[in-house]
């Protein structure tokens, strides 16, 4: 997956951030613009904890069974600060990356974040969904901004996310019973109801859909092994 034509410099400072995704949010696109899925990926960053250094993994997977076709990772410096509302500018260049070395690029890619569900309209899925020009979900382990109802304690129950207007900005989607719901939004090129299908077929009895939730181990993996050596994950196909 490779951004057409890079559509602002990476450092900025987080008032230019903040304008940056007031204007940017309005070139996302909700929509049903991929109809037959044949790859679904997860993406995700870990930070050290002792240094400037982020961990961001890809893992594509194929959407019928869920078995994975392809990892790639990298290792980067953050240059954004820790910002709430702004993680986009500290995580995307490093996810980036981490999408151009695939080989088997995604039909869909779900995010761990928000995609819409974002007090200027813009988090990190949308974002990397603008940027790439590609179909993209917010699926994230808590909310940034909105109120809901609880959904019911089943699988695969739902309540709408509103906003402060009453908009519907996303999905509160209760992926296992008796564990915390997810929230999920439309990062770019997907409606909600596609966004909360994708979401609930790639779950396999864990709370986190498996692209995100392998992808969260992944990156796991790399730091440790960014920390001893000897542990090596693989990136291969």
């Given at each position: 997956?490779?951004?057409?034509?890079?559509?602002?410099?990476?450092?900025?400072?987080?008032?230019?951030?903040?304008?940056?995704?007031?204007?940017?949010?309005?070139?996302?696109?909700?929509?049903?613009?991929?109809?037959?899925?044949?790859?679904?990926?997860?993406?995700?960053?870990?930070?050290?904890?002792?240094?400037?250094?982020?961990?961001?993994?890809?893992?594509?997977?194929?959407?019928?069974?869920?078995?994975?076709?392809?990892?790639?990772?990298?290792?980067?410096?953050?240059?954004?600060?820790?910002?709430?509302?702004?993680?986009?500018?500290?995580?995307?260049?490093?996810?980036?990356?981490?999408?151009?070395?695939?080989?088997?690029?995604?039909?869909?890619?779900?995010?761990?974040?928000?995609?819409?569900?974002?007090?200027?309209g813009?988090?990190?899925?949308?974002?990397?969904?603008?940027?790439?020009?590609?179909?993209?979900?917010g699926?994230?382990?808590?909310?940034?901004?909105?109120?809901y109802?609880?959904?019911?304690?089943?699988?695969?129950?739902?309540?709408?996310?509103?906003?402060?207007?009453?908009?519907?900005?996303?999905?509160?989607v209760?992926?296992?019973?008796?564990?915390?719901?997810?929230?999920?939004?439309?990062?770019?090129?997907?409606?909600?109801?596609?966004?909360?299908?994708?979401?609930?077929?790639?779950?396999?009895?864990?709370?986190?859909?498996?692209?995100?939730?392998?992808?969260?181990?992944?990156?796991?993996?790399?730091?440790?092994?960014?920390?001893?050596?000897?542990?090596?994950?693989?990136?291969?196909?």
């Amino acid at each position: 997956m490779h951004a057409m034509q890079p559509l602002h410099p990476w450092q900025v400072t987080p008032a230019e951030a903040r304008c940056l995704q007031r204007r940017l949010r309005h070139r996302v696109r909700i929509g049903r613009y991929v109809q037959d899925i044949r790859y679904v990926a997860g993406a995700d960053v870990a930070a050290a904890r002792t240094s400037p250094a982020l961990y961001a993994g890809v893992v594509v997977l194929d959407y019928t069974s869920l078995a994975v076709v392809e990892r790639r990772g990298v290792c980067c410096e953050a240059t954004f600060p820790y910002i709430p509302g702004l993680l986009s500018f500290r995580e995307a260049p490093a996810l980036l990356q981490a999408l151009a070395q695939l080989t088997c690029p995604p039909d869909i890619l779900i995010v761990d974040g928000q995609g819409i569900a974002h007090p200027r309209g813009l988090g990190l899925a949308s974002h990397l969904g603008v940027w790439l020009d590609a179909p993209t979900i917010g699926c994230a382990k808590s909310r940034l901004m909105g109120r809901y109802v609880e959904p019911a304690d089943v699988a695969g129950a739902t309540s709408p996310l509103y906003g402060p207007r009453g908009e519907v900005l996303g999905a509160v989607v209760r992926t296992k019973a008796h564990v915390k719901p997810v929230f999920v939004s439309v990062g770019h090129k997907v409606d909600l109801e596609q966004a909360v299908a994708v979401v609930l077929h790639c779950c396999r009895g864990y709370r986190l859909p498996e692209p995100t939730r392998l992808a969260d181990h992944y990156v796991g993996a790399l730091r440790r092994a960014h920390q001893n050596p000897e542990e090596k994950p693989t990136h291969e196909r």
